[in-house]
């Protein structure tokens, strides 16, 4: 397995470009799946989403500076594509982006690729109703334990402020399941 500067200097060499890029998707696209897959919800979204922010780093990699992780860079990637992908969906319906929200929560339980219970339903639809920086921070806390340090590269907010989103939207989850 490369290590990361290699990886990144492959990608922007035109010669091994190619394979470099084959290697990021096997080492990233499980990750960055269920990354995605907790903001959008929906199995097939998803693979739309993974695909479009697959492509998105292909043509951008020489924009990396390596100012940061790879790996923060293309989850920031991945959630910016994500957000913009509902913010997209509500547009089209001509609804909320909590609407829309609400919307895929109702059609989890017919998605196939839904492989929970109905607690994970109801977590599901305590998560849906956090406003969306609080969901962004608690999915990945809660569901991908990124640690702080990695989740502020991704965001771009301090790690103060991600503790205390975490800890308002820990609370908003618990009084919905316990008060639903």
């Known amino acids: 397995m490369n290590t990361e500067i290699q990886l990144v200097t492959d990608l922007k ?4 470009r190619h394979v470099a890029f084959n290697e990021l998707v096997s080492q990233y696209k499980e990750r960055l799946y269920w990354h ?12 739309d989403v993974l695909q479009n922010t697959f492509l998105k780093i292909y043509r951008n990699i020489e924009n990396f500076k390596g100012d940061s992780k790879l790996f923060s860079w293309m989850y920031r990637i991945a959630t910016n594509e994500a957000i913009t992908f509902i913010n997209k969906r509500a547009k089209q319906m001509q609804i909320t982006n909590e609407e829309a929200q609400n919307l895929v929560i109702e059609n989890m339980q017919a998605d196939v ?38 989740m502020a590269e991704i965001l ?15 609370k908003k989850v618990e009084n919905y399941l316990l008060n639903d």
């Open 13 to 16: 060499t035109e010669s091994t």
């Open 156 to 170: 771009d907010t301090s790690e103060g402020a991600l503790k205390a989103s975490y800890h308002i939207a820990v």
């Open 36 to 47: 995605i897959r907790h903001i959008v919800k929906s199995h097939d979204d998803t693979d």
């Open 113 to 150: 690729y839904f492989e929970g219970d109905a607690i994970q339903l109801k977590l599901q639809c305590a998560i849906a109703k956090l406003p969306e920086k609080q969901q962004l921070v608690f999915n990945m806390k809660y569901f991908q334990d990124l640690k702080y340090k990695d």
